[in-house]
């Protein structure tokens, strides 16, 4: 699938934008803070309907502007749909965003926050597989949401200050609930990392030349057993120690994914450029793993995902997109290895095309 054509109102940087880009790979070439990360995120919010940066809606309207609003159309073969969507200040003071997406459009964005999935805690990893699980089965998205609901009222019984025996005796429906969405939101993570898990190995010996990666599911309890009546065991077992700390403590929420290099965790053992290459391989395996499950590409968003690369690695990252559909790049550089590119000059609220192609190096 790829997007036709963008227009921007009052988003961020641009009063008004009107982009037609290019089929595959578009630079978007400019100083800092001319807007190419700007583009990027007015796609995002276009097409999935909340920004790659975790930017709240009302930062996202233009300085002075009461609302923002997006337009553009998608293409999927011969189905073609327009979308619009508007971020607006409510009459209870929060900002709302409407407007319907489409669902067989999916995007998938590369962005420094990404380097968190490699080097901080087990939640920026179990949200990276969330958002993988949802985009390849959508049914995920809304057991994982029912299932934190569930979580935070289970949790709430537990810090009530009533007595653990009267604890015991009320806590039971919300083990039954919470075992059941539990082992269905667990099923579809060791699925998803599964299928993220067979393009990511390949994938990052393609990018870095090296081999041994590996994406291990590390559930509470030590086993990964989907089975309702064992995950409940689980969590009865652990009663005493979660009423006094106040919380749960079994279940896919306190779940980890390791990532290994040559059997290490790369959060403690790989160098910053080796965690880049690890996090921006994760971003195109899932585009491969999506792609693959709904048979055609996701739109790439790449903002600035060739910047502390070496220029082999960067070579080997152009000659990857250049055939995975439609590619928006951000960079700072004024030349990139590669061919037959759409290249646009971004400066002042502006997206000028200046020329098909910039080649450096490249065939």
Known sequence: MQIEWLELTDFRSYRALSFTPGSSINILSGANGQGKTNVLEGLGVLLVGRSFRGARLGEQVGWGATAAVLGGEVRKGEAARRIRRRIEEREDGRWGLAGEGCPWVRAVPFAWPDMAVITAGPQARRNFLDGVAAKLYPAHGRAWSRYRQVLT????????????????????????????LGGEVRQRRVIALGALGREFSSLHGDLSGEVG???????????????????????EARLADEIRRGQSLVGPHRDEIDILVGG??????????????????????????????????????????????????????????????QVFLTTAEREVPVAGAAWWDVRGGSVTQVTLTRIRGAA
């Open 264 to 325: 290490r965790d790369a959060r403690l053992f790989a160098s910053r450029g080796q965690q880049r290459v690890l996090a921006l391989a994760l971003r195109l395996a899932e585009a491969r793993a999506v792609a693959t499950a709904h048979g055609s590409p996701p739109v790439l968003l790449l903002d600035d995902a060739l910047s502390e690369l070496d220029r082999r690695t960067q070579e080997r990252v152009v000659q990857h997109i250049a055939g995975a559909g």
């Open 153 to 180: 009222r289970r949790n709430h019984l537990l810090q009530s200050g009533i007595s653990p025996r009267e604890i015991a005796a009320r806590i039971e429906p919300w083990n039954v609930q919470l075992a059941q």
């Open 213 to 235: 990666v590996d994406l291990v599911y590390r559930p509470t309890g030590g086993t990964v057993d989907l089975d309702v009546a064992v995950l409940q065991a689980a969590m």
